[in-house]
């Protein structure tokens, strides 16, 4: 089957999905050949059982144009993810989670569908941009920064953290790194 990467960004009033709540949401969907299939994006209204970290809203404060864009129209979760296992579900092929770092993103956007939708079209899988660029570059994870990658990966859209401009931004990251592998592997 063939796979569409589904860069995922999100932006979150703390670090952990339940105490903490996720604000925005957003994926851009590339197949290999870098072609965008689709895009994502929504806000979300915080859980009502969840509070924000204090050190999060902290820095929120020096972000104030990225934290405005996470309160245009938030919708309930339940609402929100719903929406998006339907787009997911619309993709032209089998969804892979793709973001910088996966770790993060993944744990927030994971528990979410579980707890909304009952499902994830990801099984329990994402692929992290860092740690396959440490793969490629064979260096040390630490080194894998975005600082020291090739500038031919780098997308000049800048890390604004307005969700749906950074997934297309790590979408174009990624598609950049997969091409260059994939042409030493044939």
Same mark, same amino acid.
């Given at each position: 089957?063939?796979?569409v990467y !589904?860069?995922t960004?999100?932006?979150?009033?703390?670090?952990i999905?339940?105490?903490?709540?996720m604000?925005s949401?957003?994926? *851009?969907?590339y197949?290999?050949?870098k072609?965008? !299939?689709g895009t994502?994006?929504?806000?979300l209204?915080p859980l009502s059982?969840?509070? +924000?970290d204090?050190?999060?809203m902290?820095?929120?404060q020096s972000?104030p144009?990225?934290?405005?864009?996470?309160q245009?129209?938030?919708?309930?979760p339940s609402?929100?993810?719903?929406s998006?296992l339907?787009?997911l579900?619309?993709?032209?092929e089998n969804?892979?989670f793709?973001?910088y770092p +996966?770790?993060f993103?993944f744990l @927030? !956007?994971y528990w979410?569908l579980?707890r909304?939708?009952?499902?994830?079209? @990801?099984s =329990?899988? +994402?692929?992290?941009?860092?740690?396959y660029?440490?793969?490629i570059?064979k260096?040390?994870?630490?080194q894998? *920064?975005?600082r020291?990658?090739?500038k031919r990966?780098i997308?000049t859209i800048s =890390?604004? =953290?307005v969700a749906?401009?950074?997934?297309?931004?790590q979408?174009?990251?990624f598609?950049?790194?997969? +091409?260059?592998n994939?042409k @030493?592997?044939?």
């Open positions: 089957m063939t796979e !589904v860069s960004d999100i932006e979150t009033n703390g670090p999905p339940g105490p903490n709540s604000l949401l957003a994926s *851009a969907a197949l290999k050949d072609t965008l !299939v994502f994006a929504i806000n209204k059982d969840g509070s +924000a204090p050190k999060t902290e820095w929120w972000q144009d990225a934290w405005q864009a996470t245009i129209d938030p919708q309930e609402n929100a993810m719903q998006y339907a787009w579900k619309s993709l032209p969804p892979v793709v973001a +996966a770790g993103d @927030f !956007v979410y579980i909304f939708t009952g499902e994830s079209p @990801f =329990h899988s +994402a692929l992290d941009i860092k740690t660029a440490m793969a570059l260096t040390e994870y630490s894998a *920064a975005k020291n990658m090739p990966w997308s =890390h604004s =953290h749906l401009d950074d997934a297309i931004e979408g174009t990251l598609c950049n790194m997969l +091409a260059e994939m @030493f592997e044939s």
